[in-house]
Every structure is written in C-alpha cells, then in structure tokens.
C-alpha cells in the first residue's frame, strides 16, 4: 500500500506570495491532519480534516487554512506569506479520527520564503 | 493544556550500549503517549503508543517504554543501538478525545561506532 504522499516536496516563495500544498492520504484512510516544523517552535498542529469538515484548528493564524475533498486529499493554504513561515509541512493520515488510529506521516514539503 | 519536556536535546552513545531517552507531560486531561523518530529529510515515524493497559510498551525496531503515571514520565529505552538508530526522537502526547498530537522538541541520537 502506498504511504502519505505530499506535493511539492521543495518550494521556494517570497515574501507576500501565497503557496499550496497536497497531501495524498493513504487510500482507505479518511482523516488528514497538518503539522509545521520549524527549528524555533518544533512541531506544531495545523488543523485536522474528516470527511471533508475541519474538526480541529492549531493556534495559527487566519492566513494557513486547509480543506479536504471527497477523496479524501487536502489542501493546506499559506496567504500572504511571511519569512517566519518557513518550515517542513509535514502531513498524517490515520483510517479514522482519534489517536487510537496510527497516525502516519508523510515525508513533508520544505517551505522556503525568501 | 498540555506539554511535553524532552529533558535531553543530544544524547551520544557509543554502538551496542544501551540508551534511554526521557519525556516527561503535563496535562490535565487523560491523554494517549507517543514516540515517533524521524530520519533525515524524512517524515515522522511511529515508534510505539501508550494507549491504556501495560504500562510497558514495546514497539518496533526493538524500543520500548514504560508510562510512569505518578511521575508523569513515557521513557524510551533500548538495550543495544546500532548505528541506523541515529536519528531525531520525538515524544508526543494528545488528548484521549481529540486528534491533534503535542510534541516535544526533540531528542537527537548519535550512535557512535
């Protein structure tokens, strides 16, 4: 079976762009939820999506949003982005919500605002 | 609210000796307890969870822990590393109802040969 599969892997934008990132779930898995890592603040919970509705949101601001479709793939939006924003976006997907389920991540994409 | 204390940032260890890494929590709720370790330029991978039961967990790659309730601590043991444990370890915790993990900051191993 193949793993949590996230597009790009690398990207480089400057500051005041915007950027999207994917994050292909396991197939049969349902939830997805997003992570950021970054060297200062670790890692750090984004927002978590089932069947196709936000069920939870990290303390981040209104610029990172998400949605996921009914195939279950999301999509993580950074708006107006600002040098602080760089980081490892890393993606988990588990066959249902709740911890009880292995959650299993991605290999991330590297976000480089310049 | 919860946290996680990762009490060590950088632990060297010479092959075949064994090693342990610490976490420690806080939390107010019942929460589930995770260690994940990460490779380079690679993603997050489950190592062993703590759900409820034995507090004594074992898990892959021959790690174990033990969740300590009363001191509040889920540390990782192994009694033999190889040099392919070289890696970063992260301890995690979330709340028994809820989807989203905190983690600590990170431990790195190095194996020395």
């Known amino acids: 079976k193949a793993g949590v599969t996230q597009t790009p892997r690398y990207l480089i934008k400057t500051r005041g762009q915007q950027v999207t990132l994917s994050c292909s779930p396991i197939?049969?898995?349902?939830?997805v939820s997003w992570y950021q890592q970054t060297p200062g603040q670790g890692l750090q919970f984004l927002f978590e999506?089932?069947?196709?509705?936000?069920?939870n949101k990290g303390n981040f601001p209104g610029r990172f949003s998400g949605r996921q479709f009914s195939n279950s793939r999301s999509e993580m939006n950074v708006s107006t982005l600002e040098l602080g924003d760089s980081a490892l976006y890393l993606c988990?997907?588990?066959?249902?919500?709740?911890?009880?389920?292995?959650?299993?991540f991605g290999p991330g994409t590297r976000l480089l605002v310049l | 609210a919860q946290s996680v204390t990762q009490l060590d940032s950088q632990v060297p260890v010479f092959e075949e000796a064994p090693v342990e890494l610490r976490c420690n929590y806080s939390?107010?709720?019942?929460?589930?307890l995770f260690w994940y370790v990460q490779y380079p330029n690679q993603g997050l991978q489950l190592l062993l969870k703590?759900?409820?039961?034995?507090?004594l967990v074992k898990g892959i790659n021959g790690f174990e822990a033990e969740f300590n309730k009363s001191q509040t601590s889920f540390h990782l043991r192994k009694p033999s590393v190889h040099i392919s444990d070289t890696a970063e370890y992260f301890c995690?915790?979330?709340?028994?109802?809820?989807?989203?993990?905190?983690f600590g900051t990170g431990t790195r191993l190095t194996v020395i040969p």
């Open positions: 988990a997907s588990s066959s249902t919500p709740g911890l009880q389920e292995t959650q299993y």
């Open positions: 197939s049969g898995h349902r939830s």
């Open positions: 999506y089932f069947s196709e509705t936000q069920r």
């Open positions: 939390s107010s709720v019942s929460v589930y």
């Open positions: 703590y759900l409820s039961g034995s507090t």
């Open positions: 995690a915790v979330g709340p028994t109802g809820a989807n989203n993990l905190f």
